[in-house]
């Protein structure tokens, strides 16, 4: 864990540029895998099968080491390569673009797509935001009937807390913790009777 995990965008959009009458539609969708930015790519080549080109810019992973991009027949890096420029430029992760082009009767040159490429992502970053993460160490919680009401409530007011189940044992849920914290010792602490085991460390949305 090295620094904050890259955010990713915090809604789905749709935009539309026009650059000498070629209209660009880009596509931006939040997604957690490849399959699901495949999926994507699928369903905006049959919606907007008219279009002449479907040029694409995917980056997953925590870190954003995953990265793709095509340029769906365009001359070779004029689309996808800027397409992947404008994401990495915004340092988003779990993202998906399509650009999908209508060609509008003038060419636009080398430069031009790439401008017109990037200028959509860009533009549909800026529409869609972006929400930031966090690392987590996710802790197994349990506490016994006679106490779980006290320890869930105690804990609910100092942390985030998930995967809540109540059973004839008693109360068990998981903690997202800041990251180094001893769950044990600060139970210990607080006086709650409750056991701790460590889950790992995981991605969370910033709570706002």
Excluded: K, Q
Excluded at 80 to 107: D, I, K, Q
Excluded at 118 to 140: H, N, Y
């Amino acid at each position: 864990m090295s620094g904050p995990p890259r955010p990713v965008p915090a809604r789905a959009v749709r935009t539309t540029t026009v650059v000498e009458r070629s209209r660009f539609v880009c596509t931006l969708r939040p997604v957690a895998d490849e399959a699901a930015a495949e999926a994507v790519v699928a369903a905006v080549r049959r919606e907007l099968a008219d279009a002449r080109h479907h040029c694409t810019a995917v980056v997953l992973g925590d870190d954003g080491s995953l990265r793709r991009s095509g340029d769906d027949g365009e001359p070779a890096g004029t689309a996808g390569a800027p397409m992947l420029a404008a994401l990495e430029g915004a340092g988003v992760t779990g993202a998906v673009a399509v650009v999908s082009r209508w060609f509008g009767g003038t060419l636009l040159g080398t430069g031009g797509l790439v401008r017109a490429y990037g200028g959509a992502v860009t533009g549909a970053l800026e529409e869609a935001g972006l929400a930031p993460r966090r690392w987590v160490d996710l802790v197994a919680v349990h506490a016994g009937p006679a106490d779980a009401g006290r320890v869930e409530a105690e804990l609910r007011r100092r942390h985030d807390v998930e995967d809540v189940t109540w059973s004839g044992d008693g109360w068990r849920a998981v903690l997202l913790l800041p990251p180094g914290t001893d769950a044990a010792a600060e139970l210990a602490a607080a006086g709650l009777p409750a056991t701790a085991t460590p889950l790992g460390r995981a991605v969370r949305p910033v709570r706002g």
